[in-house]
């Protein structure tokens, strides 16, 4: 079966430091792989978008990494802030069709940024 | 200010007692979905909407309804709301056919089924 896997642990880091999450999945073959962070009680929101033809993005302190051979995405925040702290989730579109029709989400890595 | 607009924010109501969550956008997206997010399975898909007046099933759509008579509306009905329909529901849309696929998430509709 499809399977998306995010490290249910929280992971704490110091500040400055620089955090990286998981993203694995099995059985797919996504066309792209989308990062979107998640506050508490809040909605998520888009953070970064990779294709598979690509290794590497990055938007200012981020970093999205995307190896389809290993089947696993890292993300990165690199000269982490408490602001920082919050869930982030990767998410799916298996058919590779756009447009956010089926798009599925792992469960989330809740970060937690400390002083 | 472009967004999506969900209502009620928070909602207890009893076993039975029909109601609708609304979702509105105002970005003139085709695509709109519907979500729940439980604790440990993260966010899973009930319905969603290619455009005006086609819909389709999710991963979750048993005991839900919907309907896309307009396009920026998008609106979840429970017809006989279950306590296991206790949930975070979030509304999302975006543009169809666009390479991203970038997702427009609302601020989430806490539901109590009582």
């Known amino acids: 079966s499809q399977k998306i896997e995010q490290n249910s642990e929280a992971l704490n880091i110091q500040e400055g430091k620089t955090a990286t999450l998981t993203c694995n999945y099995t059985n797919y073959s996504p066309a792209y792989l989308q990062w979107y962070r998640q506050d508490p009680g809040r909605g998520p929101v888009f953070l970064l978008l990779i294709r598979e033809n690509e290794k590497e993005k990055r938007k200012e302190r981020l970093k999205v990494t995307f190896d389809t051979t290993l089947k696993q995405s890292l993300f990165h925040i690199t000269a982490s802030q408490p602001a920082d702290s919050a869930t982030y989730l990767c998410a799916l579109d298996p058919r590779g069709t756009g447009g956010g029709n089926k798009l599925t989400f792992g469960t989330g890595t809740q970060l937690k940024v400390e002083l | 200010e472009a967004q999506v607009t969900q209502n009620p924010r928070y909602l207890i109501t009893v076993t039975g007692k029909k109601l609708t969550v609304t979702c509105s956008q105002n970005m003139n997206h085709e695509y709109m979905s519907w979500y729940r997010q439980d604790p440990g399975l993260g966010l899973r898909q009930i319905y969603y909407?290619?455009?005006?007046?086609?819909?389709d099933k999710g991963d979750v759509p048993e005991g839900y309804k919907v309907s896309r008579k307009e396009k920026r509306n998008f609106p979840l009905i429970l017809e006989s709301p279950s306590p296991n329909q206790t949930s975070l529901y979030f509304c999302a849309s975006s543009f169809q056919g666009r390479d991203t696929g970038e997702l427009f998430f609302g601020e989430g509709s806490r539901l109590t089924v009582l």
């Open positions: 909407s290619m455009n005006v007046e086609v819909t």
